[in-house]
T-cell receptor
Framework: GAGVSQSPSNKVTEKGKDVELRCDPI?????LYWYRQSLGQGLEFLIY????????KSGLPSDRFSAERTGGSVSTLTIQRTQQEDSAVYLC??????????????FGPGTRLTVL | GDSVTQMEGPVTLSEEAFLTINCTYT??????LFWYVQYPGEGLQLLLK?????DKGSNKGFEATYRKETTSFHLEKGSVQVSDSAVYFC??????????FGGGTRLMVKP
């Protein structure tokens, strides 16, 4: 079946602009995660959605970052007023319910964001 | 908070050599441990996992044993191939469910 898909695959933007990154999880996966992979910080957790529960936003680096998940499926990560340090590969992952420490997370190919 | 430390790379080996990539962790409770692999130009994919102490995860000739006494989850393979060249990430999942990753180790296997 189809895996996790993300769009766009590449995004180049100017400093100060807003960007939206999209993630389509695997059908039937109720848990969805966003991570960021950057040269300086490695792979770091950003935000986690589980069903209808309030998202865990503990990894978001600043209030310029936000995410939503509509209808329990597609998710959009929004970065407002982008800065050069936001340049990174943004990865989305999904897993089966219940999302717990045992279940495999399936990763999408990522969106490479470059802020000029 | 939870953390994962793995050996820095790159690790360069000849084909058929023995591979060890060290990974240690700091965590409260009983985390699950994972190795993920990122092949050139591809996304992260799960290589193997172990969910409790003394469990051994294995896949594609790779193995790792969950050692609670030494808080380690070292990755091993008896005979590497050129196709194993990739970046390997050790990770843990704990009560919060998100993954905490190590810094990644690049493996280069030469024919």
């Amino acid at each position: 079946g189809a895996g996790v898909s993300q769009s766009p695959s590449n995004k180049v933007t100017e400093k100060g602009k807003d960007v939206e990154l999209r993630c389509d999880p695997i059908s039937g996966h109720t848990a969805l995660y966003w991570y960021r992979q950057s040269l300086g910080q490695g792979l770091e957790f950003l935000i986690y959605f589980q069903g209808n529960s309030a998202p865990d936003k503990s990894g978001l680096p600043s209030d310029r970052f936000s995410a939503e998940r509509t209808g329990g499926s597609v998710s959009t990560l929004t970065i407002q007023r982008t800065q050069q340090e936001d340049s990174a590969v943004y990865l989305c992952a999904s897993s089966l319910e219940p999302a717990d420490r045992y279940n495999e997370q399936f990763f999408g190919p990522g969106t490479r964001l470059t802020v000029l | 908070g939870d953390s994962v430390t793995q050996m820095e790379g790159p690790v360069t080996l000849s084909e058929e050599a023995f591979l060890t990539i060290n990974c240690t962790y700091t965590a409260t409770g009983y985390p699950s441990l994972f190795w993920y692999v990122q092949y050139p130009g591809e996304g992260l994919q799960l290589l193997l996992k172990a969910t409790k102490a003394d469990d051994k995860g294995s896949n594609k000739g790779f193995e790792a044993t969950y050692r609670k006494e030494t808080t380690s989850f070292h990755l091993e393979k008896g005979s590497v191939q050129v196709s194993d060249s990739a970046v390997y990430f050790c990770a843990l999942s704990n009560a919060g469910n998100m993954l905490t990753f190590g810094g990644g180790t690049r493996l280069m296997v030469k024919p």
